[in-house]
């Protein structure tokens, strides 16, 4: 896959991506500027730990989140992206549904658009993607961030996922992007229940008939504090065990907060399974 001048290659390796959220409650109140240079210290430090990619965001998809406005997060995001591009070498992609801040994040240096609402949220948002050639992570979610865990319900949560996403990569080639720059997610915790996320990662397979490169997002999610009773703190390990799983199952891309540990768990599945 070719973004932006920057080749990312699926099946000979698992791509992990690191989380670097520049919201408030992810920084200290140290000023603007000295958030920035420690963004961008935190984001060097996951390179080194075996990040490929950097997904950049600036505004909260936790359930019950408040929006952000486009300047908003526009100042969270660009300063971070531009300085990032000087200091790495690996593929940074922008977390945002705003077609705005997708294109300012691409003209800053990044590469990829990773859009929770899978083009859906705003009009303008295919053109850019289209037009500044840059890869696009469509990704499924029942509702929005406010809604979305309101008793979600699916016959059958894999077929449903599936044939979504086949409608939204026709819909995304048929506005101009390239097929070969189309990443696909089912969305890990997006309008699912823990027993949907678990039945997505047992079938997860199923999701390789879509013949796209597949992203799966479990990091520290609630359904992996269900099933080990254990806080957000403390998910390190669940993290890794779904990571793995994912990897054998199918992922080409799996997007978390412990660079390290995943890293390591995800180089021991591939010398495995691929
Ligand atoms: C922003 N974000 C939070 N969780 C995510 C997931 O599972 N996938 C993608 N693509 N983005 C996510």
Redesign the pocket.
């Known amino acids: 896959m070719n973004c932006r001048g920057k080749t990312l290659t699926f099946g000979t390796q698992t791509h992990v991506m690191g989380i670097l959220n520049v919201t408030p409650d992810s920084f200290s109140d140290g000023g603007r500027y000295l958030d920035v240079q420690q963004a961008i210290t935190h984001a060097e430090t996951m390179v080194t730990e075996g990040a490929t990619l950097i997904?950049i965001?600036g505004e909260s998809?936790r359930p019950g989140a408040s929006p952000v406005s486009v300047d908003e997060e526009l100042a969270r995001v660009v300063p971070v992206i531009r300085g990032l591009a000087d200091a790495v070498d690996v593929l940074i992609s922008v977390?945002t549904s705003k077609a705005k801040v997708a294109k300012h994040a691409l003209e800053a240096g990044a590469h990829i658009v990773?859009d929770?609402t899978a083009l859906c949220g705003d009009p303008e948002m295919a053109t850019v993607v289209a037009e500044m050639k840059a890869g696009v992570?469509l990704?499924h979610m029942k509702g929005t961030p406010r809604t979305m865990q309101q008793a979600p319900e699916y016959d059958d949560v894999v077929t449903e996922i599936c044939s979504w996403l086949k409608e939204k990569t026709q819909n995304a080639e048929a506005q101009g992007i390239a097929a070969e720059r189309i990443i696909v997610?089912p969305?890990?915790?997006?309008g699912k229940t823990t027993k949907h996320n678990l039945d997505i990662l047992k079938r997860l397979s199923e999701f390789r008939e879509l013949k796209k490169p597949l992203?799966?997002?479990t990091s520290r999610k609630s359904f992996i504090g269900n099933v080990l009773e254990v806080p957000i703190t403390a998910r390190v390990e669940g993290t890794a065990a779904t990571v793995c799983w994912a990897i054998a199952h199918g992922a080409d891309i799996v997007?978390v907060h412990d660079v390290k540990a995943n890293v390591r768990a995800a180089q021991m599945t591939d010398a495995l399974c691929r």
């Not at 969305?187 to 997006?190: C, L, S, W, Y």
């Open positions: 997904d965001g998809s977390d990773n929770i992570v990704m997610d969305g890990i915790g997006f992203l799966v997002g997007r």
